[in-house]
């Protein structure tokens, strides 16, 4: 259409003219009733007309089967005060809150507290953490959709910084933010419906946001969907965090938080469970060859997103962003600071597999490690150990 000085030929011109007044005409004569079958050539509106069967390729999509909404179901009209009250029991990592195990909503109570105390956060390194519960991360809450919550925060009085909550799983101001902010010496209540399944990660909401997260303040909350997750033979609770030091990794002593470190997303330890080797060695998870595996795996951050890897399997589930999509088959799988995922594998063969961040400088250089070590039988089929090894020598000699 351009020659070579790039003037236009008008016979150019004239065919666009005319392409363009066809096609005025055409909408105005038929308006939306084109139908799609006088085309002459294949269009957006022929392609999306045939039928899903003459596509080679067809998208499937893992619709959540088990998703309900709240006020779906006659139960979730009975009154709060009809509920049965019941006890939160919370589970101190690596190990989970006991499955919720029932199919009738009820009224939860959880308590809560905050202390602020110095604890390991690597060999021969001390940190002063803010805590839930008094462990990194807080314990896990686990509740059943359409339960009623009431929260109360207790904030120790030997604590020296006001905080509070922000519950990811409410649905309200802050969740539960303002709610629960409270001085050293007092606590607060108040409640919540679960009103979706999911897991969900809690933290600290008190200014400077950063900072109380920074030095621990996060862990998870499960809500159950109605008819519970699948039984499984071992369940894991671990939650990644990055750390900001004045001294670098492994420098020794007690160790201050570093703001301007923190600001510049330069952390010092990236570590699961609030500390280097907190799922290492004696303190590893085991499980058996055979054994069906979950692992709730959240990331209180709070900067860094977490490519989680287990080395050596592949997730046959993970829950995407733990919410109501589960996709399978999956090697790595990337979680949001402020977010979650589950993630489910059976165990085939004996060995000691590493949970990492697969950005992998924070797994051997910053902490990011844990072990999982699974001992039983040797599957042969599905893994040979080394079955030879000897010099090599390239045909040519050299
Ligand atoms: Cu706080």
Not at 274 to 302: C, H, K, M, Q, Y
Not at 330 to 338: E, H, S
Not at 375 to 389: A, K, L, M, Q, S
């Amino acid at each position: 259409m351009r020659d070579e000085r790039g003037n236009v030929h008008i016979g150019a011109i004239y065919g666009l003219a005319t392409l363009f007044v066809a096609l005025a005409v055409g909408v105005a004569l038929f308006g939306s009733r084109v139908d799609a079958a006088t085309a002459t050539e294949p269009t957006h509106a022929a392609h999306g007309a045939t039928s899903t069967a003459d596509h080679a390729h067809e998208l499937t999509v893992n619709m959540p089967t088990t998703r309900k909404a709240f006020l779906d179901d006659p139960e979730d009209l009975v009154a709060v005060a009809e509920l049965p009250l019941i006890k939160g029991v919370l589970g101190y990592a690596p190990n989970v809150a006991p499955p919720v195990d029932r199919d009738y909503r009820a009224h939860v109570e959880i308590e809560l507290e905050v202390t602020e105390e110095v604890m390991r956060l690597a060999d021969g390194v001390e940190y002063r953490f803010w805590t839930f519960g008094g462990s990194v991360p807080g314990p896990m809450i686990r509740v059943r959709q359409g339960d009623f919550v009431t929260f109360t925060l207790q904030n120790h009085p030997s604590s020296l910084m006001p905080h509070n909550i922000d519950l990811h799983a409410v649905t309200g101001q802050g969740g539960g933010a303002e709610a629960t902010l409270i001085s050293p010496g007092q606590q607060a209540t108040f409640s919540f419906t679960a009103l979706q399944a999911g897991v969900y990660i809690y933290h600290c909401a008190t200014a400077p946001v950063g900072m109380h997260i920074a030095n621990g303040m996060y862990g998870l909350i499960v809500v159950e969907p109605k008819e519970g997750y699948a039984p499984v033979d071992k369940e894991f609770y671990v939650v990644q965090g990055d750390f900001y030091t004045k001294g670098n990794f492994g420098e020794r002593g007690l160790q201050d938080f570093d703001m301007q470190r923190a600001i510049d997303e330069d952390a010092a330890y990236v570590v699961f469970n609030g500390s280097v080797g907190s799922l290492v060695g004696e303190n590893a998870i085991f499980a058996e060859t055979g054994d069906t595996v979950r692992i709730f795996f959240g990331n209180g951050g709070p900067n860094l997103t977490s490519s989680f890897h287990v080395i050596g399997e592949i997730f046959d589930n993970v829950y995407v962003e733990a919410g109501g999509l589960v996709n399978h088959d999956v090697q790595t799988t990337l979680v949001p600071a402020g977010g979650a995922t589950v993630v489910e594998f059976k165990t085939d063969v004996p060995g000691t597999y590493n949970l990492v961040d697969h950005a992998i400088f924070r797994a051997f250089n910053k902490g990011a490690v844990g072990q999982l070590v699974v001992t039983g039988d040797h599957d042969h089929v599905v893994f040979t150990e080394r079955t030879d090894i000897r010099p090599y020598v390239p045909a040519d000699g050299q």
